[in-house]
C-alpha cells in the first residue's frame, strides 16, 4: 500500500520562503506522478503543480509559476515543494498526492484531485501579511 506524508508547513511572514516535504512508501514510483495540491478554508482544494517521478518533467499552476518549486529526491523517495515569495493568499493546508501514469504522460490528466489514488494528511501553511 502506498503511503505519502507531508512536513514542513508552518508560519512564515509574506515574502518568506518554506520548504514542504513528501515522503512515499510502499511501492516503486518510477511510473508515478507526485502531486502537490492546497486548500484553503471555504475552498475547494486546488492543484498547485506536480511532477513525473522518473523523468522530472514539471507542471505548475498559474497561480504559483515562478515562486515554486517541485523536485523529487530518489534515493529518498522524497518530493520536495519550495515556496518563495509567499503571499498571504498561499495559506492553506498543502496536499501531497501521488498515482501512476496511465499510458502516456500528459499534463492536463494530473491537475484534478480526481487523477490521484493516494493522499497525504496534509500539512498547514499559514502567511501573515
Known amino acids: 500500500q502506498v503511503h505519502v506524508v507531508e512536513s514542513g508547513g508552518g508560519l512564515v511572514q509574506a515574502g518568506g520562503s518554506l520548504r514542504l516535504s513528501c515522503a512515499a512508501s510502499?511501492?516503486?514510483?518510477?511510473?508515478?506522478?507526485m502531486g502537490w495540491f492546497r486548500q484553503a478554508p471555504g475552498k475547494e482544494r486546488e492543484f498547485t503543480g506536480h511532477?513525473?517521478?522518473?523523468?522530472?518533467?514539471?507542471y505548475y499552476a498559474e497561480s504559483v509559476k515562478g515562486r515554486f518549486t517541485i523536485s523529487r529526491d530518489n534515493a529518498k523517495n522524497t518530493m520536495y515543494l519550495q515556496m518563495n515569495s509567499l503571499e498571504p493568499e498561499d495559506t492553506a493546508v498543502y496536499y501531497c498526492?501521488?498515482?501512476?501514469?496511465?499510458?502516456?504522460?500528459?499534463?492536463?490528466?494530473?491537475?484534478?484531485?480526481?487523477?490521484?489514488?493516494?493522499w497525504g494528511q496534509g500539512t498547514q501553511v499559514t502567511v501573515s501579511s
Open positions: 511532477i513525473t517521478w522518473n523523468a522530472g518533467i514539471t
Open positions: 498526492a501521488a498515482t501512476r501514469i496511465r499510458g502516456l504522460y500528459k499534463s492536463h490528466l494530473y491537475t484534478s484531485p480526481s487523477g490521484y489514488d493516494y
Open positions: 510502499g511501492g516503486t514510483f518510477s511510473d508515478y506522478v
